[in-house]
């Protein structure tokens, strides 16, 4: 499978440990499927042109089933990812960015500061994760069957998981579904709350 790849560099900056953090970012991806992988690898400096023109590159020109930004999603003036992906969507896909806002606040409080989004341009799915390889890992794990049931979907492209799915605490997030599906008491009776 063909993997897009964008990285935001740093303005005015450069970063010695990049490489090593890209390399990084590309073992964690490769954990997650069996099938191999192919990466399509764009280095973007804060500009948002260059970022528009990298993602026409790999949706349009590569082809490339799944692409993925890492960096550039916060509240400063040069984190503008989401807004250019915004731009060149065919179809926002907002759930990717809800679900990776809504667990990783539990682990790491600034996730709130993050406008992360996903979206549809031609067959190609597009994904805004964060820039550090740990928090790709976590986002990672909560969105891949969706990764995997996006891709069949847009272009019958079949991937297969290694299956370490996340188990997610339900109860502790969603409290009230122990209303929804009460547990039967041993004698086979239902919660007396909905009798």
């Known amino acids: 499978m063909k993997i897009g790849r964008i990285t935001l560099s740093k303005p005015n900056a450069a970063d010695p440990k990049q490489d090593k953090i890209d390399a990084e970012i590309e073992r964690v991806i490769t ?8 990466f399509v690898s764009v280095v973007v ?3 948002r042109e260059k970022l528009r023109a990298a993602f026409v590159r790999l949706c349009d020109e590569e082809k490339c089933p799944l692409v993925l930004t890492f960096g ?12 250019i992906s915004r731009q060149i969507f065919d179809r926002e896909m ?9 667990y990783s606040y539990e682990r790491f409080k600034v996730a709130v500061l993050s406008r992360a989004t996903a979206g549809v ?3 190609s799915l ?33 991937v297969t998981l290694r299956g370490d799915e996340i188990v997610v ?10 209303w929804i599906r009460p547990p039967v ?10 009798k």
């Not at 954990?31 to 192919?38: A, G, R, V, W, Y």
């Not at 550039?72 to 807004?83: E, I, K, M």
């Not at 907002?94 to 809504?102: Q, S």
């Not at 605490?169 to 122990?178: A, C, R, V």
């Open 31 to 38: 954990t997650f499927f069996l099938d191999s992988i192919q």
């Open 45 to 47: 400096p804060h500009d």
């Open 72 to 83: 550039g999603t916060g509240p400063v003036a040069d984190d503008f990812t989401p807004d």
């Open 94 to 102: 907002p759930g990717f960015g809800e679900i990776m806002r809504y």
């Open 121 to 123: 341009r031609g067959q």
């Open 126 to 158: 597009i994904i805004n994760f964060p820039a550090k390889p740990y928090a790709v890992k976590f986002c990672l794990k909560l969105l891949q069957e969706g990764i995997v049931e996006a891709l069949d979907q847009l272009g019958g492209i079949t």
């Open 169 to 178: 605490p339900m109860e502790k997030y969603l409290p009230f579904l122990k």
């Open 185 to 194: 008491d041993p004698d086979g009776d239902r919660h007396p709350m909905i």
